[in-house]
């Protein structure tokens, strides 16, 4: 067959994570603890750590809620809960005297089918953020719930963040369709560390290009990066891209604040992890299963997120330090990519452990 389209090959490198590295600079700070890591989000909101939860229902509860948000993160409570679960925990949150202080994000995820009155409660609950949360948001049905939820979020002063996206085409679309009631949108497709959308379909795309080529884009969007950030070094990359925050759920799996109990094995110490679309979700909300693009895993057991969350601000103070900037803005604005070969990413990896393995590689250069 053939196919009548002028490119069908986009033959551009679409890099990751691990494709790139930041490029170091003049380190002009004395500690790199001094370094302000606050990152600004629409309609004057603002986060002390660039971090947010995802909206996953063995990440998000009211521990990690009140965890995130006392280190200055936002956090997005999940819709694999009934209206009323997440209106009491949006209520309880909002009434934290922190909360209100720091003027932090207590976002909730809502779906397509959401009626005006749920909106309506979910925002006289305290929410200051609605994230519609859909696979593919790239479809009508999202401008459709845009247009119909957005007005109540500008009378609250509540942001409206939409995803997932991964083109500049389609946040093109989502402008024409809906006007100005988006703030932010949540990119990309398919590089979750519970998702297997890319092995099912085929489609997707990596999470630190959508970031690149959106921020470069002429997009009015604020950008959340989400999906595989596995490392802070990898979330200062996000960063460094021009995301104003990353969404975090592996990173976060495991901790003592994510919903369920420690499972021991011998030993060993887990919790359950698990992707919004895994066999395991669904059924625990829809009686007819489909569409399935998530696994559902055991992950060690890593204890208080506080500390998950300071390793996270000590790599992005390092981050910004060691590229030579003083604070996260300035680095967002600034910082500089170098692209690194296959053996590089190698290089980056600890690899004091093949010595055990193989002497040889020492003896060699000895010889
Ligand atoms: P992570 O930080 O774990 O790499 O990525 C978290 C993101 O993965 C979530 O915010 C959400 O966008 C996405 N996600 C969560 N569960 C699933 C799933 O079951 N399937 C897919 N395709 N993506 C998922």
Redesign the pocket.
Known sequence: MRKDVPMFFDEKVHVTFDDVLLATGLCDVDSRSEIDLTTQLPKGYSLGLPVMT???DTITSLDMARAIVEEGGAVVHHRNQSVNARVAMLRELSEHPEVVEKRAINGTAVGLGIDVEDVERLLDAGANLLCIEV?HAFMPAVAETVNRIGPMCKQHEALLMV??FSSVKATRWLREETDDLVDLV?VSQ????????RIRTGIGKPTLQSVIDLVRSDTPYTVIA?????TSGALAKALAAGACAG?????L?GTRETPGEVIYQGERAYKHFR????RD?KEAVADEIKNV??ISTLVPYKGPVSQVLEQIRDGLQGSVASTGFENLRQFQQGAQFIRVSKSSQIESLPHAEFLKKDPSYHQAADA
Request: charged residues 10%.
């Open positions: 995802a909206a996953m696979a995803g997932n949540k398919g590089g979750g560390s519970c998702c297997t959308t989400d999906g595989g950030i596995r969404m975090l759920g592996g990173m799996s992707g919004m679309a895994s979700a693009e998530g």
